[in-house]
């Protein structure tokens, strides 16, 4: 072979950039499971199962299209356990002169990638990832010259840009965006539809096998997998989605339920980071469902928005403002992460709800995400660092372009504002009306201090106090503000007090 096409294991996709020119009769495409990857955080089990399982299958349908595919497993005597190692290695024995890759999701590895071509050599091409609707560059041009950046204004040129849900040049329903309907408490007894179970194959087999040997002490267990793997089969998911659960995604889309870890969501975001879905179809499919009036608007659109928007929003974000991002602390928050993280051992019922999801699904859907775990840790003044590496580790979705962003900037604020106008803080109040997990709780979401008071309203108003000087001025947080100064002193006092004492003991809460 000439030409060597390195292919991520979340660049799944058959149209990747990488893969243009590949030719069976000149081209190897190389294909590796190693340590570097699968270790620089803890990753989930679920997560690192899914994607060697679904590597291995991209494989396979690589050498169906008659491609020459150089596959390194995990357990290769000969693997030397870093992508730089495999890459030499691979060349060295296929005597091939050029390299072509798509640009990576994490600056960690792409930073890495700049030194390839001069340690091992050759020429390397790094590629546009053009699976993204905006490339880097369109987003570095968008954002010059404004002062502050709003996903909002973002979202509107990207739906004229790609002409999505449009009449003409104005948005369909003759508005942009239908949030406000899209907050809905759940109704009594709200249940998810079924999901699909896809069942293991030979390949998936023996990669649970290998994920249960090598990784232990990594979080989860694997008894339950029943992961998409393949395009057909994330496929079948999306179309149940758009037919049976897209209808209600908008109503429902704040909501949570104790035991409904899915309720109305799409769990297609790691099928679409692993490359098994494009967005553009994606959006287009839930584009057309509207058209032909098979589910309402404000679902359509707020689906459209989380892709069209927020993902390539975020993303945007990452790339022009990394690495200084990484390291930002705007709220100097430096407590260690609490164990119930990792374990879900704690009396407060929605944090136990939404860690109980994440180790069992490698997944919570958005507002547990945001509001519960979230927001517990920014209330707590968690240290940003623990909080986004245990996101990054814990989610099958995870990569650091759209891990970091979502939780330094929106759920921590971290950053100062770069991604959200104001903190997303809130009380237990906001909890016990988005969800039904208050009644099944030892605390009680109306009471501030003493014994059985909800640990989210005594660090909701110490957060607010602890950070007047930094947070006071932002008028979106005026009324709040106002109504901490009208507080009685002794009552505040109190809040404060009780609030130390929650902070002395976030490991036995
Ligand atoms: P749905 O609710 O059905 O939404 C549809 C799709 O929209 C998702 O599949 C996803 O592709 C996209 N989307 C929705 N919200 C966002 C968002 N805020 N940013 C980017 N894309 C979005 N998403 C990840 O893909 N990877 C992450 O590592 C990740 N970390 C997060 C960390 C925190 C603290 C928070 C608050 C959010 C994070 N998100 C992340 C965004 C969002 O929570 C997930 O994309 C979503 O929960 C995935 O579930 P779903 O596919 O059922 O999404
Ligand atoms: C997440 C991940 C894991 C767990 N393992 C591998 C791997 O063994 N080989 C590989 O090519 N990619 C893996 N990945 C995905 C990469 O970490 C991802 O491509 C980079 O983080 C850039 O987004
Ligand atoms: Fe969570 Fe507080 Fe409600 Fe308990 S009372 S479930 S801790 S919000």
Same mark, same amino acid.
């Given at each position: ?145 404004? !002062? ?25 329903? +003759? ?8 907050? !809905? ?231 100062? +504002? ?92």
């Amino acid at each position: 072979a000439s030409r060597i096409h390195l292919v991520l294991g979340d660049q799944l996709t058959h149209s990747l950039s990488a893969l243009a020119d590949a030719a069976p009769e000149t081209s190897l495409v190389l294909m590796a499971e190693v340590m570097s990857e699968a270790t620089y955080v803890k990753h989930h089990k679920k997560k690192i199962a899914f994607l060697f399982s679904a590597m291995r299958h991209f494989a396979e349908e690589l050498r169906e299209k008659g491609f020459q595919v150089r596959y390194v497993t995990l357990d290769d005597p000969e693997n030397t356990q870093s992508l730089k190692g495999e890459l030499a290695r691979a060349l060295a024995e296929s005597g091939a002169s050029a390299v072509s890759i798509t640009e990576c999701g994490e600056w960690r590895l792409a930073e890495e990638m700049r030194s390839w071509e001069t340690d091992i050599g050759v020429p390397v091409e790094i590629r546009e990832d053009d699976r993204f609707l905006s490339s880097i560059e369109d987003f570095r041009t968008w954002r010059k010259g404004r !002062k502050q950046l709003r996903m909002e204004y973002f979202y509107r040129d990207m739906r004229r840009r790609h002409r999505v849900l449009l009449d003409g040049e104005e948005p369909v329903g +003759g508005k942009w965006n239908f949030d406000a309907e899209n907050r !809905k408490p759940p109704a009594e007894g709200l249940k998810g539809p079924k999901r699909i179970s896809h069942a293991k194959d030979a390949i998936t087999k023996s990669v649970l096998a290998l994920v249960e040997e090598r990784f232990v002490g990594h979080m989860g267990s694997l008894d339950s997998f029943h992961s998409a793997v393949t395009a057909d089969q994330a496929e079948m998911e999306l179309q149940q989605f758009i037919d049976e659960i897209l209808p209600d995604f908008g109503d429902y889309q704040d909501a949570m339920v104790k035991g409904e870890p899915y309720l109305y969501h799409s769990l297609i975001s790691s099928y679409i980071n692993a490359g098994l879905l494009l967005p553009i179809d994606v959006i287009r499919r839930a584009e057309a469902a509207w058209f032909e009036g098979r589910a309402p608007l404000n679902a359509v659109e707020g689906f459209i928005r989380q892709i069209l928007g927020w993902r390539e929003y975020v993303r945007g974000i990452y790339w022009t403002e990394m690495p200084d991002y990484a390291g930002l602390n705007h709220l100097s928050a430096s407590h260690p992460l609490p164990q119930m993280y990792w374990t879900a051992k704690t009396d407060m019922a929605c944090m136990r709800g939404a860690i109980g999801d994440t180790i069992e699904h490698a997944y919570s859907h958005h507002i547990q995400r945001l509001m519960v775990t979230g927001n517990f840790a920014m209330l707590a003044g968690i240290d940003p660092v623990e909080v986004c590496d245990w996101y990054l580790a814990v989610y099958s979705d995870a990569y650091e372009w759209v891990e970091l962003p979502n939780t330094l900037g929106m759920a921590l604020y971290g950053d100062g +504002g770069v991604m959200a106008s104001k903190p997303y803080a809130a009380s237990g109040k906001y909890i016990d009306r988005m969800s039904n997990f208050c009644g099944g709780c030892r605390y009680d979401p109306k009471l501030t201090t003493g014994p059985k008071a909800c640990p989210f309203n005594a660090l909701y108003w110490d957060f607010l106090d602890r950070n007047t000087e930094k947070l006071a001025r932002n008028p979106r947080l005026s009324n709040m503000y106002a109504t901490w100064r009208r507080m009685d002193p002794f009552k505040q006092d109190a809040i404060r007090k009780h609030a130390a004492q929650v902070l002395e003991r976030l490991d036995t809460l």
